[in-house]
């Protein structure tokens, strides 16, 4: 069975912290995303990558940045972990011509 | 720019019934459309896709979806529901270049009563 697997279900960290999240999928996928989810705001795209090393920011990359130097593994790092950084976040990958495949997410609490 | 648009924040039905989950899109070209579901504390499974041909399209789970061009909607339904198709499911819209990002609808969650 295909995999998305994130390193942590939940992470709590505190405020001013480096962090990083990882995502390892095992597909051979082209395409990796990161989203993050929020009540009342849906899905809200962080980053995507379409190639190793290749990069491209979605709808809300501030505060965050992202490192593909393997094809299967796509890491999202919270630079300087702030409060308003506490949410669901959700790892995919595709082939560009079919639907994602996400992994279970990670509940990051920043205090 | 693409959208999607879920009208339905909510939906309740009671077990055995049928459901339909409202989907509409915009779109420049023709768009590859999704529907995922994810139950609490998951991440989000893909339930069916359209990319073209026949309108009707058969998923997981007993679902269907058929996709109106005149209408932009995309549209999910079941012919019974189950207990345990108690969920969140999101309608997602997407190109195919781009890395086909997809930009996701806000959501409607099912709950079904006994």
């Known amino acids: 069975d295909v995999k998305v697997t994130q390193s942590s279900r939940y992470l709590v960290k505190r405020t001013g912290e480096k962090v990083f999240l990882e995502c390892v999928q095992d597909m051979d996928h082209e395409n990796m995303f990161w989203y993050r989810q929020d009540p009342g705001l849906g899905l809200r795209l962080i980053y995507f990558?379409?190639?190793?090393?290749?990069?491209e920011k979605g709808d809300i990359p501030e505060g965050y940045s992202v490192s593909r130097e393997k094809k299967e593994r796509f890491s999202l790092i919270l630079e300087s972990a702030s409060t308003n950084q506490t949410s669901m976040y959700l790892c995919?990958?595709?082939?560009?011509?079919?639907?994602?495949?996400f992994g279970s997410g990670t509940r990051l609490t920043v205090v | 720019a693409q959208s999607v648009t879920q009208p339905d924040i909510h939906i309740t039905v009671s077990e055995g019934a049928s459901l339909e989950l409202r989907c509409n899109y915009s779109?420049?070209?023709?768009?590859?459309l999704f529907w995922y579901v994810q139950s609490p504390g998951q991440g989000l499974q893909l339930l069916l896709k359209y990319f073209s041909g026949d309108t009707l399209v058969q998923g997981i789970k007993g679902f269907e979806a058929e996709f109106k061009r005149s209408q932009s909607s995309f549209n999910l339904r079941k012919p019974s529901v189950h207990w345990s198709d108690a969920a969140e499911y999101f309608c997602?819209?997407?190109?195919?270049?781009?890395?086909?990002?997809?930009?996701f609808g806000d959501g409607t969650t099912l709950t079904v009563k006994p």
């Open positions: 995919a990958s595709s082939l560009t011509d079919y639907g994602y495949t």
């Open positions: 990558s379409y190639d190793v090393k290749m990069k």
């Open positions: 779109y420049g070209a023709t768009p590859y």
């Open positions: 997602a819209v997407g190109p195919n270049t781009n890395a086909g990002k997809s930009t």
